[in-house]
């Protein structure tokens, strides 16, 4: 705002005119310019430019960027990176000599700024000392280390069920409003207490929905360590296109700097629609439901930019969770099936889990991890190692309990067990579980210590206990932290605290 | 190649000579004169153009300004504090 109202200042304005105008130099370089032969759809067709590189910076008459796309023997096809009105048959094209580039750095952080890093929260100039081209090769494997260190999500079900490890790619997949962005969204409140550096990428979404996002990041106080690349559901689908791989420069660029990263891409399916219209309009031959060939390859080289780089690379990670939404939970469609077999594992989003009270809506069964177990604590992979199986059982035998067979004792007790631990796994929105809090319920629940309390009780016992842990058991919550791993100390600390817990400060009512 | 006035011989010679030793190959000289670029000389080889004339120069200029300008006009953006609220 002060920069507005200094600039209605006329002698102000003057002044910053004047001085600028003084210090500009000229310089007088061969510049290629190509003629627009036709235009629409936010597609150039360009004669000229024969020197034109794919993925080219272009400048159109009045300044709208432009990329480069087809290479044609007389033409160049080119994508309209903005407003194309003012594009006209016969308007000159020139060509920028540099790849399409962001500006990049910890500067864009606490900023919501469209794919090509300008300003759209009106807090000022983007101040930048760099830039970095969109599309840019993956990490080499020989600069990368295995996924070994966490990612925290807070979420109780994901860092039990299946754990991310930092430099992973995880898919959270799912219907409409099942709950998906609400998972991105509590993994980027999380981070502030490990230090990760979040983005958030929304592409083709409502600008409703974008200006929520960026309001719970801003009222959680997450907005200062996560950079918002918005480009909404009526920007150009050569925006929306781009909107990931700028995403990914951003990431990439402070990954490089040693710092651990978390991106969300919100979300592919819309990336694929965006990059279907393109691909039509400059007349590349549709392939299945009309998308063009390398609709694959349009995922595979972005995802595979998310790495753990080794120490030699100042050890920096980029964890990918891309987001895809289902058609009545269809698996098996083109994008869905494509981006699965690029992730390492997926989160599985179910609409009927999510009515029934289930929430986060996650479907245990088919949601999997594939390089995370090797990333999680130990002490939370002793306490929540056999949960997929002990699931798995419960579901089992919760079937056949249905039929009303009579069921002996050690059944009734798994269906028990098994009961509260769905209960256990609920959560609400916005409210993550640090990990020795979750150590220690799931450490009550596995052992035991939960089959006195009557299942309607389960989420009042666990509010009161995280409560009594911290308020009376900071120690034991320090040293979860700090040794990492189940020990025989740890184990009585926590059965102490479960038993004093349970005689003094419980109180569930009736 | 457009100039804004017609040129006497010997400048002709001159600029002609600069040119092929610029690009490096013989080349023939096609002069128009514009007066709507105001001064110097605009020149096109093939797609290549070297933008000397006046009129090219206030175009860099009004560019360099705009871009100076850009980040203060994007205050009336869409995600204003008054945005967020709704």
């Not at chain 1, 310019?33 to 150039?44: E, L, N, P, Y």
């Not at chain 1, 998972?183 to 990760?196: F, G, K, M, P, Y």
């Not at chain 1, 919760?398 to 798994?414: K, N, R, W």
Request: aromatic share 6%.
């Amino acid at each position: 705002m002060s920069d507005l109202q200094a600039m209605q200042q006329p002698e102000a304005i003057a002044r910053v005119l004047r001085s600028n105008i003084g210090e500009y130099q000229f310089s007088l370089r061969p510049v290629a310019v190509g003629t627009v032969m036709d235009v629409g759809d936010g597609i150039a067709h360009i004669s000229g430019l024969y020197d034109a590189m794919v993925g080219e910076m272009l400048l159109f008459a009045d300044d709208t960027l432009g990329m480069a796309l087809n290479l044609e023997e007389n033409a160049v096809g080119a994508i309209i990176l903005g407003d194309a009105r003012h594009i006209v048959e016969g308007s000159s094209v020139r060509a920028t000599g540099n790849l399409v580039s962001v500006p990049v750095g910890l500067d864009l952080l606490g900023r919501v700024v469209d794919p090509l890093g300008r300003p759209l929260d009106g807090k000022g100039p983007v101040r930048a000392s760099r830039v970095r081209p969109v599309e840019w090769p993956a990490a080499r494997i020989i600069d990368r280390a295995p996924v070994n260190e966490p990612l925290q999500t807070g979420i109780k079900a994901i860092d039990a069920l299946v754990p991310i490890g930092r430099g992973q790619r995880e898919l959270i997949i799912g219907d409409r409003q099942t709950g998906k962005t609400t998972i991105a969204l509590d993994t980027i409140l999380n981070q502030h207490r490990d230090d990760v550096l979040c983005l958030y990428v929304a592409i083709g979404q409502r600008l409703s929905t974008i200006a929520q996002v960026v309001n719970t990041l801003e009222r959680n106080g997450a907005l200062e360590h996560t950079i918002v690349v918005a480009a909404d559901a009526s920007a150009p689908a050569a925006l929306q296109y781009i909107a990931p791989y700028a995403g990914c420069a951003m990431g990439e660029d402070l990954m490089y700097g040693g710092r651990d990263v978390l991106i969300i891409y919100d979300d592919l399916t819309k990336h694929a629609w965006a990059y279907r219209q393109i691909s039509l309009l400059l007349r590349r031959p549709p392939g299945r439901e009309a998308y063009p060939g390398d609709l694959f390859y349009l995922h595979s080289r972005l995802l595979e930019r998310a790495a753990h780089l080794d120490a030699a690379h100042g050890g920096g990670s980029l964890t990918a969770l891309p987001i895809v939404e289902t058609q009545l939970g269809d698996l098996a469609a083109y994008v869905p099936t494509n981006i699965i077999s690029i992730t390492d594992g997926q989160i599985f989003l179910e609409e009927e889990l999510f009515h029934s009270g289930t929430r986060p809506a996650i479907n245990a069964g088919l949601s999997v991890s594939r390089v995370g177990g090797a990333a999680q604590v130990r002490a939370m992979k002793s306490v929540a190692g056999q949960l997929h199986l002990e699931l798995a059982q419960y579901r089992e035998m919760a079937v056949f309990a249905q039929f009303g067979t009579e069921i002996d004792q050690t059944t009734q007790l798994a269906l028990e067990r098994g009961s509260c631990l769905r209960e256990v796994l609920k959560q609400g929105p916005h409210r993550p579980v640090a990990m020795e809090d979750q150590v220690a319920l799931y450490y009550a629940v596995t052992r035991g210590h939960l089959d006195d309390v009557p299942l309607g009780k389960v989420t009042v016992f666990e509010r009161q206990f995280l409560e009594f842990l911290r308020q009376k058991r900071q120690a034991l919550r320090q040293a979860i932290t700090i040794q990492r791993e189940l020990s025989e100390q740890i184990e009585s600390m926590l059965v102490d605290a479960i038993t004093d817990f349970k005689q003094h400060d419980m109180v569930l009512g009736d | 190649m457009r100039v804004a006035a017609p040129l006497d011989d010997q400048t002709v010679q001159a600029l002609h000579d600069a040119l092929i030793r610029v690009f490096k190959r013989p080349l023939e000289l096609d002069i128009e004169v514009k007066p709507d670029i105001l001064g110097g000389v605009w020149v096109r080889v093939g797609d290549t153009v070297i933008d000397g004339s006046l009129t090219g120069k206030l175009e860099t200029l009004r560019h360099h300004l705009r871009s100076q300008c850009h980040s203060l006009l994007s205050a009336s953006a869409r995600f204003s504090a008054r945005g967020l609220k709704q």
